[in-house]
C-alpha cells in the first residue's frame, strides 16, 4: 500500500510571509497532484507533475516533484489570506488497466492571517 | 451547469438503515470514483467504474456497493449503516482514468451522519 505523508499538518502564519509544505512517500508514483479543498467542497486540482525534478509555477505556487518520483514540495511565496484551506497532496500510479484511484496525503491545513 | 453533482448534500440517519447517495457527471467522462474524507480529512479511494465495468474495489465492507445505471451515474448505496460510517463521501469522475494525464474532478461531497 502506498502512503503519502504530509508536513506540516497544521500551518498558522502571517499575510506575507513565505511557506513550504511537503508530501513524501517510500514508493514511486506516475505522477503527483495537489489539490486545494475549501469548507464544505470537494477538492480541486492545482497542478499534476508528471517528471522526476519538474517544477511547475502557477502565480506565487512553486511545484516541485523530487528527481526519484517520491516525494513533493509547494512553496507559496508572500502568502494572502486567500491561500487559507487545505492542501492535499495525491499520488497516482498508471497501472495500466485504466481507471486508478488517487492515493492521498493527510493534508496541510493553512491558515493565513492578516 | 455543475460537473459533479451530488444528492443529497447532507444526510442524517439511524444506525442500521439503508441509503443510497447519488452521483451525476456532465463531463462525458468515462471514469467516475467514490473516496470517503473522515473526519481527519484523510480522503481515501473506495471504489472507481469505467464503462460500467468495477475497475478498483479497495477493502471497503461489503455493506457498500456501487451501482453504475449508465457512464453518467455512479450511485454509492449503503446497507446496515453503522456510526463507523460517518463521513463525507466524494464522488469524483475522469476522462480516461489515468490521473498522470487525467484531471479528476469532485463533486461538492455528501455528509453522512449516523445516529
Known amino acids: 500500500t502506498q502512503l503519502l505523508e504530509q508536513s506540516p499538518q497544521f500551518l498558522s502564519i502571517q499575510e506575507g510571509e513565505n511557506l513550504t509544505v511537503y508530501c513524501n512517500s517510500s514508493?514511486?508514483?506516475?505522477?503527483l497532484q495537489w489539490y486545494r479543498q475549501e469548507p464544505g467542497e470537494g477538492p480541486v486540482l492545482l497542478v499534476t507533475?508528471?517528471?522526476?525534478?519538474e517544477v511547475k509555477k502557477l502565480k506565487r505556487l512553486t511545484f516541485q516533484f523530487g528527481d526519484a518520483r517520491k516525494d513533493s514540495s509547494l512553496h507559496i511565496t508572500a502568502a494572502q489570506p486567500g491561500d487559507t484551506g487545505l492542501y492535499l497532496c495525491?499520488?497516482?500510479?498508471?497501472?495500466?488497466?485504466?481507471?486508478?484511484?488517487?492515493?492521498f496525503g493527510k493534508g496541510t491545513h493553512l491558515i493565513i492571517q492578516p | 451547469d455543475t460537473a459533479v453533482s451530488q444528492t443529497p448534500k447532507y444526510l442524517v440517519t439511524q444506525m442500521g438503515n439503508d441509503k443510497s447517495i447519488k452521483c451525476e457527471q456532465n463531463?462525458?467522462?468515462?471514469?467516475m470514483y467514490w473516496y470517503k474524507q473522515d473526519s481527519k480529512k484523510f480522503l481515501k479511494i473506495m471504489f472507481s467504474?469505467?464503462?460500467?465495468?468495477?475497475?478498483i474495489n479497495e477493502t471497503v465492507p461489503n455493506r457498500f456497493s456501487p451501482k453504475s445505471p449508465d457512464k453518467a451515474h455512479l450511485n454509492l448505496h449503503i446497507n446496515s449503516l453503522e456510526l463507523g460510517d460517518s463521513a463525507v463521501y466524494f464522488c469524483?469522475?475522469?476522462?480516461?482514468?489515468?490521473?498522470?494525464?487525467?484531471?479528476?474532478?469532485f463533486g461538492p461531497g455528501t455528509r453522512l451522519t449516523v445516529l
Open positions: 463531463l462525458g467522462h468515462d471514469t
Open positions: 467504474y469505467n464503462n460500467k465495468e468495477l475497475i
Open positions: 469524483a469522475s475522469s476522462f480516461l482514468g489515468l490521473p498522470s494525464t487525467d484531471t479528476q474532478y
Open positions: 507533475v508528471v517528471t522526476g525534478g
Open positions: 514508493s514511486v508514483f506516475s505522477s
Open positions: 495525491a499520488g497516482a500510479w498508471d497501472s495500466g488497466g485504466g481507471a486508478d484511484g488517487l492515493t
